[in-house]
């Protein structure tokens, strides 16, 4: 399964999380934090895909902002909501890219997926 997470401020357009989303590819799913979930099921609809509300806190991940830290209990809530979304043994294909617009991305594989 190809899950990207998804972290965004709230005056991210729809039209700036898909343009973010494109250069990720096929996706299976996307994954965000439970506050973020309404907002980002409502902005992707023309991309039918399921969204997954994912508690992020204590996951470790490769990159690290001190803010997102400090208000989330980890380093990155897009690699973390990828991770946690993809299911035991996943693993990161693409870390936290930042996007226009306040939106941050990233690409995790299931446990056997190839890319």
């Known amino acids: 399964m190809r899950v990207a997470g998804v972290g965004f401020r709230a005056a991210a357009t729809a039209a700036e999380i898909a343009a973010a989303l494109a250069p990720l590819g096929r996706l299976d799913a996307l ?7 309404a907002a980002l099921r409502a902005a992707v609809v023309p991309l039918g ?13 490769p990159t690290r902002a001190p803010r997102i ?5 980890t380093g ?11 299911g035991p ?5 693409v870390p936290r890219r930042i ?3 306040g939106v941050t991305v990233a690409l995790a ?3 056997g997926e190839t890319e």
């Open 31 to 37: 994954a965000t934090l439970p506050t973020k979930a």
């Open 99 to 101: 996007c226009p617009g």
């Open 69 to 73: 830290l400090a208000a989330h209990g």
């Open 49 to 61: 895909l399921p969204v997954r509300a994912v508690e992020v806190a204590g996951v470790p991940t």
């Open 76 to 86: 990155s809530v897009a690699e973390a909501a990828a991770l946690v979304a993809a």
């Open 89 to 93: 043994g996943a693993r990161l294909a």
């Open 109 to 111: 594989l299931s446990e």
